[in-house]
């Protein structure tokens, strides 16, 4: 009975799935029920069956274990109750959140409808079959205005368009334009037969459907062509008022021959009155009413094609007028002709003429063989002297090739030397060559690159100089040396014989020897003359050129007669003459071949300006011009030297082309630096030349200032030693009126600066230290010492000229001398410098007195050794005012 009890309570039903949550609620109640039941009947039979003690533990462990289950499904009921609840929440909600949004929907499909009516365009939607979903009012409105029929969800796009074109003006060109984005928008522009302009702008949707608005665009193109009217008569007007203000003479022809339109300076080169020229006018019968126009109109009409597109042809009237005349036909028909004023070019080029000239007479004049080659390697230029030698007219050689002129032979020859050239290095070398088998010449040759402004190599120079004579004198030394030699062995095996005749002879090879290597000096000397070329300008030829200068100055000083008084200012004008065209050919020479570099270093702005003032406002003084300065006390970190040779350049620019009012040296300060601007009242620069008066060799006005013998170079050099400090140099003029140059220099780091020492009055070092002072003055040549010791005596000075260093080395005649001021020439006798003699009064003399060192040598490390010393330097040609400004400076400073 217990085993069928408890195989009934064992045998649960299997789950059932619910397929909703209401089904297993009644499954768990039906389950729950049952168990129930089991439940009672099994405690009834627990209760009925307690006697048998075999059996009632089994039937109470059982009864637990209903229990258990009973209580397990108890709470799968609770949970599935709840799960039951919370789906009815949700239905509940969706069902709010659908009807809600039901509503919106609604909403935005009503407000889009407002939308669409409230744009003053017409609007059409079209689904992606094309056919119409939706239009507003207006669209509406015009379709039925101009009997459009059309049905929602039934005419398509295509109908609407065919539809439509009934209303179209067909003469009146369409405009399509497509814009290029990510939703292609296409615009269409279409004018109707009422004349009323549309513009159909057409978008697709992200579906596939289409937006079609047509806009009213009718005002828009007619303010379009009321503008395009405007601007058309404002060009018009623009057109005539720039033909008016031309400085060309323009007339236009039409294809009749006939005068359509013509400016003011026509009629004034043709000297006709605007009242005796009409429109439409034939242009043939008004050139001929005067003689210049009938000048102009034969030399553009004669022995010219009609059908020829551009004919140009200058012509001179007889006012030695030069008139540029131009003809171009107009591919409509008619022909436009143009009249330019270039008598001031034909004269610029007829003075290039002359000047070539003169340049050509003076290298005709040269023994030497002198031509220019350009980069295609074919001659541009030959003197007399290579026409000569080649035997050839310079018309058979100027730009004819290298290889055509001297022949294979000898220009493969020269081959290696001028792709040497070419490549910017100058070549010297020596070549045999003939131009006939018994007339062998041997040629000492140079070439000098030519570069450009951007250092690119266009070309030579070739200088050949005939050095046969030389070398064959030098062979016949070597052969006699040869002999001599040859007749020493000889004798040498008898020198027991005839030793006496040994000795003479041995004399006699000396004597050659002697000769031989004196020759051979000369030979190296001709060699290096063209490398030595710039040494000997800036020292051999500046030494001379200083000694002149110091003897001038003095005779200047001296009671002389007018007549005489007269020479020596012609003499003295000569000697700057000669000295501002040595100068500046050595300066541009060296900047050429960059042999200059700035020294920087820190200084006072003030001290430089003084000093160019005090060199300057005598020269303006003598020339009755006002000299002005205005400076400031700042320190600027620049190139003293440098500097001062840009600033006196200008400044003589300045004192050249200014003939009344003044000059003015002024200093401003900037945010970027220090100003320095150089500003005078002279003759000014046309502003088509303002680019031009820094290149070499270029003068302003240069006929009408003859007396003026400068090359054209001051400006060069200016430009040029900017350039290699890192400077801008700006200009301004106007013509007539004057020109202001300026620079601007960067400000020196005043961080840990010594302080400036107070200058003494200038009254103070100009007059009282002059008078008395005691000077050496230490220099090789004997009449730099006498115009020295002239000038400084003139000062009031006690000179002291010494020219050996063996004068120096006496202790007691430094001693008893006791200079105040020691001038010392760089360059002296036997290699020796005037640092060797500096350094000898430095053993004898405690303190050493301030020293003056006078040199020729530019460069900059003879600048940056005398500068390490201590010492002042003044170059050769030295200006006695500059001298006297160094002078009293070192004498006031002691």
């Not at 400090?725 to 840990?752: C, H, K, Q, W």
């Amino acid at each position: 009975m217990s085993k069928l009890v408890n195989a009934d309570v064992t045998s649960t039903p299997p789950p059932i799935e619910a397929e909703n949550p209401s089904d297993e609620l009644e499954r768990l109640r039906y389950e729950n029920e049952k168990l129930k039941k089991i439940n009672k009947v099994l405690m009834r039979r627990v209760e009925m069956g307690w006697g048998n003690h075999s059996d009632a533990y089994q039937s109470f462990e059982d009864a637990a274990m209903l229990a258990d289950k009973v209580k397990e499904r108890t709470y799968r009921l609770q949970q599935t109750l709840h799960r039951l609840e919370e789906s009815n929440k949700e239905l509940e909600q969706a069902r709010y959140e659908t009807e809600k949004s039901q509503i919106q929907a609604e909403q935005d499909r009503q407000r889009l409808r407002d939308a669409i009516e409230s744009i003053s365009d017409a609007f059409a939607l079209f689904d992606a079959d094309r056919k119409m979903v939706m239009v507003n009012s207006r669209c509406a409105d015009f379709w039925r205005q101009h009997n459009i029929h059309f049905e929602l969800g039934i005419t398509t796009f295509q109908e609407i368009t065919a539809a439509s074109l009934v209303v179209v003006d067909k003469d009146a060109k369409a405009q399509k334009k497509v814009s290029v984005h990510h939703e292609p928008i296409t615009q269409t522009i279409f004018k109707l037969r009422d004349g009323t302009w549309i513009q159909m702008q057409e978008r697709l949707t992200h579906d596939g459907g289409l937006v079609v608005v047509y806009t009213d665009i009718t005002s828009i193109k007619l303010a379009e062509e009321l503008r395009y009217e405007t601007a058309m008569t404002e060009q018009a007007e623009l057109l005539k008022a720039t033909l008016e203000n031309m400085s060309q003479g323009v007339v236009l022809i039409n294809a009749n021959g006939e005068l359509e339109t013509w400016n003011q300076q026509f009629l004034t080169f043709i000297g006709l009155p605007d009242s005796k020229v009409t429109r439409g006018e034939d242009f043939a019968a008004l050139m001929s009413q005067t003689p210049a126009a009938q000048t102009l109109y034969r030399a553009l009409t004669l022995d010219q094609a009609h059908d020829t597109p551009f004919v140009e042809v200058e012509t001179v009237l007889a006012d030695d007028l030069v008139l540029l005349n131009r003809r171009s036909l107009i591919s409509s028909g008619g022909m436009l002709f143009t009249f330019a004023d270039i008598t001031e070019r034909s004269r610029s080029q007829q003075a290039l003429k002359e000047s070539e000239q003169r340049i050509r007479l003076i290298t005709d004049a040269m023994p030497a063989l002198i031509s220019y080659v350009n980069k295609d390697h074919c001659y541009e230029f030959v003197n007399r002297e290579f026409e000569k030698w080649f035997n050839r007219s310079r018309k058979d050689i100027i730009n004819h090739h290298l290889s055509d002129v001297l022949g294979e032979k000898e220009y493969n020859t020269l081959s290696i030397h001028i792709a040497r050239a070419m490549l910017g290095q100058a070549v010297n070398f020596e070549i045999e060559h003939s131009r006939d088998p018994d007339n062998v010449r041997i040629s000492n040759k140079t070439y000098i690159p030519h570069f450009d402004e951007q250092r690119n190599v266009i070309g030579f120079f070739a200088l050949e100089q005939d050095v046969t004579e030389q070398r064959r004198t030098a062979r016949a030394l070597k052969h006699a040396y040869d002999y001599m030699e040859q007749r020493v062995n000889q004798r040498t095996k008898k020198i027991s014989e005839i030793n006496l005749q040994l000795r003479n002879e041995i004399e006699d090879r000396q004597l050659a020897e002697v000769k031989l290597l004196e020759a051979k000096r000369e030979a190296d000397k001709a060699n290096e003359s063209k490398s030595r070329f710039l040494a000997a300008t800036s020292h051999d030829l500046l030494q001379p050129m200083n000694s002149a200068r110091l003897f001038a100055d003095a005779l200047n000083d001296l009671s002389l007669s007018d007549e005489a008084q007269k020479l020596m200012t012609s003499l003295s004008y000569s000697l700057e003459n000669l000295e501002s065209l040595i100068s500046a050919l050595v300066d541009i020479s060296k900047l050429e071949a960059g042999l200059i570099e700035p020294v920087l270093d820190d200084f006072e702005i003030d001290d430089l300006i003084s000093n160019m003032a005090a060199e300057f406002a005598p020269q303006a003084k003598s020339k009755g011009l006002k000299f002005k300065v205005k400076t400031t006390q700042k320190l600027v970190h620049s190139d003293n030297y440098l500097l001062a040779r840009i600033l006196r350049n200008l400044l003589s620019n300045a004192l050249r082309y200014t003939n009344e009012g003044g000059i003015l040296l002024g200093v401003r300060r900037r945010k970027q630096g220090v100003q320095i601007q150089v500003i005078d009242t002279g003759i000014g620069i046309p502003h088509d030349k303002l680019s031009e008066i820094f290149r070499e060799f270029n003068r302003l006005d240069a006929k009408k200032r003859r007396h003026d013998k400068g090359l054209g170079l001051g400006l060069a050099i200016v430009e040029r030693l900017a350039s290699v400090m890192g400077l801008a140099i700006s200009v301004r003029s106007v013509e007539g009126r004057g020109s202001s140059f300026s620079l601007t220099l960067p400000y020196a780091d005043t961080t840990n600066q010594p302080a400036k020492p107070t200058p003494a009055p200038l009254i103070d070092r100009f007059n009282d230290k002059l008078e008395g002072a005691r000077i050496l003055l230490i220099d090789n040549d004997e009449e730099i010492c006498k115009g020295m010791e002239t000038v400084l005596g003139s000062w009031h000075c006690n000179v002291t000229s010494v020219q050996t260093l063996e004068e120096l080395n006496d202790p007691e005649f430094l001693a008893e001398l006791d200079p105040q001021l020691i001038i010392a020439d760089y360059h002296l006798d036997d290699g020796d410098t005037g640092f060797d003699a500096l350094a000898i009064t430095r053993e004898h003399l405690q303190p050493h007195p301030p020293v003056i060192m006078i040199t020729a040598n530019y460069t900059n490390e003879l600048r940056q050794q005398v500068r390490e010393q201590g010492y002042s330097l003044l170059n050769k040609p030295v200006k006695p005012h500059k001298m006297k400004l160094a002078l009293s400076n070192l004498l006031s400073n002691q």
